[in-house]
């Protein structure tokens, strides 16, 4: 019986998923590595590290349920992902925007693969 529903559940979620899925899982862990630093390190106050480990369990949350595919938690991704890119957007100048390149072709990437999706979730 259990068996049947992980069958299931694969043959649901597309492969594309599957790999931005486990990309960002993999990038949430090294983002809890660096919390736990900061936690650590004796230069930070104590606001950074707590507002992070929000960020991170509010993300882990939502990946869960893209994991799951659930149409809340693309709804919720791709409200994170406006916001991330705006936010760099107003953060950065000319000259620093190299650095963020990566960051936003990464969601605008994960936002393509999530609003071509998003109807095949429940």
Known sequence: MFEDSK???LHKRPTSI???CILTFIL?????AGIIILFIAKGHDNFMPILFAIFFVIHLI????????KKWAAYMAIAIIGISIVVY?????RKDLIYYVPS???YIITLI???KNI???S
């Open 89 to 93: 957007s107003l953060s950065t100048t």
């Open 62 to 69: 939502t990946w869960l349920g893209i994991w799951y595919m």
């Open 28 to 32: 949430l862990f090294l983002f809890l």
């Open 119 to 121: 109807k095949a979730m």
């Open 104 to 106: 936003v072709a990464y």
């Open 7 to 9: 069958v299931e559940l």
């Open 113 to 115: 693969i999530l609003l």
């Open 18 to 20: 599957t790999t931005i």
